[in-house]
């Protein structure tokens, strides 16, 4: 790569929810990116917002296999590759559990040894599921975590856990620089419809005037990040200056109940919609905020969206989104 | 398969120690067995002992790759597949921490696919490290573990995890019949003197007359179990009617310090070595004992060999070794 060349950008999984917003905001800046996705849970409407757009290159590859031709001939000139590539909801990561441990495991390894290659830096988006049903609260990097690795969840958890220690064994022998970010809780636009997720949940049953569920009694708690606030601070972590061996928290400690949650969800949707308890799934976190210090003392980040503010924007998104669904469907 | 065919077992990692034991004994309850091996910790002189057996075959090969040929035509033969391909102490699986990785994910998924392919009963020799550093004493099977997923030993801890979500996951799908052992701390003859675990290491320092070396002050306890127990566990476990989604711990729950066992050793040697002591590794467990219950309960299962018993064995049979190993040396 000549001295000149900014080189390019890999986001693996940039067709997805976050990994959407991060190529929109790569693009914003002025990078030549290259989204490598399998269009397994990503929208194509996420597609649709970014193609087209200067610098934009979209491949369809499955990081499991060997990585398309139509990114390795680029090896060259990619600086930077953001691994954000996996289903993460329960309903989706479980639906096939072998394919789940093998995205994080192996295709993890494809990238890495792509980094290697090119010289590149690596970001593995982790998540705070590495924590498990934490009995430590907040939770610290630090934290070795309460992690059935024989249950449902492990496909995901445990993979997750594996892609940590194949990256960092690969900085430790000095093969790649890496940095690991421990994603939280995260919402906001372009999240699925369908993907199971707590607040895609609430507000799709609050639209469609169905009744809202909540597993278990509502208590379980969770601290949700607004997917800009997320975006920068992946941003920030790849460019952090060091290569300490240590994964960073990402996400916001504002930390609610599930139950208040879906309350702030009801107030927006001005209807009296009932609430509908269901049985709480094997192995789901009772409680879930990220101690986040290092991010703050080592990027200089801490979210500036607040819940009522990145819910409203949500709310009104998937509003739009459900209607325009919806016109197709009535006129077949 | 024939009805009146008994089938082949596969063994992978049939050349390593504990390896090497089971397909002796497996052979010698006239099986046919396939030993998989890529001889990357196991000692020649383990093959030699097996090599034109009837109804031994040895296949070299690494479980990281798709599975050779010479393994997978027997598909519809094979009713038994053993996985012990890993190395597993911590100097040989931190040369190449990626390879650890990989095998225990990659290579697991493989032998799966058979044993799915094959209509097979497959067994994952899982360790005590998926416990990591215990805040649970004695271990049992329901302890989460203390793990840490971006250290040094994180490649085969977690590599171990990892194998375990796989294999359950084969299992809940109803892809596979599967058991999976959590084998504690293991000793006895085929140990590779150069491993660099306790016994072994002790054990060689005595008979070669150097330091005896203990890492740490030496009241780190461990539980261990001689080869031959080992063995018959893993069969009645593999033989086990039960299809329960629950791993089983295989060890002696004979707890000792690594400072008492040193003792024993000096005392089998005769000689009065100096002990010299050094800096514990990095994340190395401070006590280690597993809780049988299970085992006992559902196998029937208990060790039976004493240390004092076993460790005479083990030095005898190092003894020999070393001798034999030097007589080639000395003529040349």
Redesign the interface.
């Known amino acids: 790569m000549a001295r000149s060349d900014p080189g390019m950008i890999l986001v693996a999984g940039g067709a997805g929810f976050i990994g959407s917003h991060l190529v929109a905001r790569l693009l914003d800046e002025g990078n030549e990116v290259i989204c490598l996705d399998n269009l397994q849970t990503a929208r194509p409407s996420n597609l649709k917002l970014l193609e087209g757009r200067p610098g934009f290159t979209f491949v369809e590859g499955d990081i499991t296999l060997p990585l398309p031709d139509a990114v390795t001939r680029h090896a060259d000139r990619i600086t930077r590759i953001y691994n954000l590539a996996c289903a993460a909801s329960p309903p989706q990561y479980q639906v096939d ?2 394919h789940t ?2 995205t994080n ?2 295709g993890t ?1 494809h990238l890495l040894r792509l980094a290697e290659r090119a010289g590149a830096r690596f970001l593995l988006t982790s998540t705070s599921e ?1 924590y ?1 049903d934490p009995e430590v609260h907040p939770q610290v990097e630090g934290y ?9 969840r ?2 995901y958890d ?2 997750k ?2 892609a ?3 990256t ?3 900085a ?2 000095g093969r790649a620089q890496v940095r ?1 970010a421990r994603i939280f809780n995260t919402y906001g636009p372009h999240m699925h419809p369908d993907d199971g997720r707590v607040v895609s949940n609430l507000i799709c049953q609050a639209l469609s005037g169905r009744d809202i569920t909540i597993y278990g009694d509502g208590s379980q708690t969770r601290s949700f990040c607004y997917v800009s606030d997320m975006v920068d601070a992946l941003i920030r972590l790849m460019e952090w200056r060091s290569d300490a ?3 960073v928290n990402l996400g916001n400690p504002n930390e609610l109940t599930v139950g208040e949650l879906a309350e702030q969800v009801v107030a927006l949707s001005g209807a009296r919609t009932p609430l509908v308890h269901r049985p709480l799934p094997q192995d789901d976190p009772r409680r879930r905020r990220p101690d986040i210090s290092r991010a703050q003392a080592e990027l200089g980040w801490r979210p500036t969206v607040d819940l009522a503010e990145g819910l409203a924007t949500t709310y009104a998104w998937f509003a739009q989104e459900l209607a325009e669904e919806r016109v197709p469907a009535e006129a077949a």
């Open positions: 559990p072998e441990m093998l495991v192996v390894h590495v498990g070795r975590g309460w992690v059935s690795c024989t249950g449902p492990a496909c445990e993979g856990r594996a940590e220690a194949l960092f064994d690969y430790r022998a690991v061996l240590e994964p």
